[in-house]
Nanobody, 126 residues
């Protein structure tokens, strides 16, 4: 099965940026690494887990949630098993747990994801 490990969560001041990493390892019988798109989600206070950004397995397409479009970027590292999420102009309402997940469909619906990491905590405070 796939294993996803997030990192990069930290305490940031309002207005700062953070880059989160998601490292994917392992394999699923019958599938290759190119079958798995990587999505980033977050769970902030009082809300359900929500999709933030999606990166196609080959790194050549992305989907950003409309409500974060101006502040979020997603990319693949030179090591193709790593996906990055960069969030700029952080605000206190961005604080929460950020998760990456793997899906075989082009979707930011959490129910379409088959594998998840444990999450990385983002805190925004002055």
């Amino acid at each position: 099965q796939l294993k996803l490990v997030e990192s990069g969560g930290d305490l940031a001041r309002p207005g700062e940026s953070l880059r989160l990493s998601c490292v994917v390892s392992g394999e699923v019988p019958g599938f290759t690494r190119e079958d798995w798109n990587i999505g980033w989600f977050r769970q902030v206070a009082g809300k359900d887990r929500e999709g933030v950004a999606l990166l196609r397995a080959d790194g050549n397409a992305e989907l950003i949630a409309e409500f974060l479009r101006d502040r979020v970027g997603i990319s693949r590292g030179n090591a193709e098993n790593t996906a990055y999420l960069e969030i700029s102009t952080l605000a206190p309402e961005d604080a929460g747990n950020y998760y990456c997940g793997a899906t075989r469909v082009w979707s930011l619906d959490k129910w379409d994801y088959e594998y998840w990491g444990q999450g990385t905590q983002v805190t925004v405070s002055s």
